[in-house]
């Protein structure tokens, strides 16, 4: 593929993300479905959005899936590889970063072809690499059990580095790693860029983290928790998270800095069904049904939520 062709599929993709990052209302003639069906069995877990495109993880086999938001069709992207798919997230040049959750791994894939394009081994069992978010120079992962963050250096032109050339961010501070239940979850950088902010699922509280010496501070959101939070969305200031056994997403304001937030209500819907994380498309929010109190079977059915952001 020639420099113009790269050049042209870099601008287009950048464009649809673009489109994802402000949601509008929908039109009372909007025929885009509320509901998506992924596969039976699928048990999904992240998801991705570009454009009229998202993409799924799934966390029994690996196996990523895209669905058209306008239709509901989908295909298999990549296939089953026997560890997870958790968090996800898509980059400009149309790579799709995964976390592998009990692999403790990541892996980079070629939304186009399918193609593994590089992965990272970040550390043994006991570890369960969570989630991932994306800055300027860097992709961040959190392992829900161990108190870490895994950075993995884009250089220059996004460039990937080679398969160590990683580096693990001990967290100090207000966090404290507890033994029981799901500890580092969701993870987003803050409206200005300069740091990260984490949720521990199992406190229900929301840590600002310096990314330069993995020095963290609770987030100061008056009268709020965020207990089972999972998955984190972004948005301007906005700053949704989703939490799952709860069946709602928290809606919070934050400032810059990501130091304190208002807290601004919840958003529920009767299609609920433990939703895990969330991602912006097309003027709606798309929330996969991890369905984690249904017992999973090859033919348990799995959805994908669509609701308008506040």
Known sequence: MNRRIRTALGVALTAALVTTAAPAPATAHDRRPSVIALPDGFQPEGVAAAGRYAWFGSRATGEIYRADLITGAGKQVSPATGTPSLGLKIDPRGRLFVAGGTAGDARVIDTRTGAVLASYRFADAPTFVNDVTLTRDAAWFTDSNRPVLYRLPLGRGGKLPP????????????????????????????????????????????????????VTTAVDVPGATFLNGDGLLLLGRTLYVVQNFLNQVAVVDLNRSGTAGVARGVI?????????????????LYLPNGRFTTPPTPTT???VVAVDAR
């Open 163 to 214: 398969a160590g050339g990683f580096t693990t961010l001990p967290l100090t501070g207000d966090f404290q790693q507890t033994g029981t239940g799901v500890n580092l979850n969701g993870i987003v950088p803050t409206p200005d860029g300069r740091a990260l902010i984490v949720v521990q699922s199992n406190t229900g509280t929301l840590f600002r983290v310096d990314p330069a010496t993995g």
């Open 268 to 284: 529920t819907d009767p299609g609920f069904d433990v939703p895990t994380t969330v991602a912006a498309a097309l003027g709606r």
């Open 301 to 303: 059915p799995y959805t």
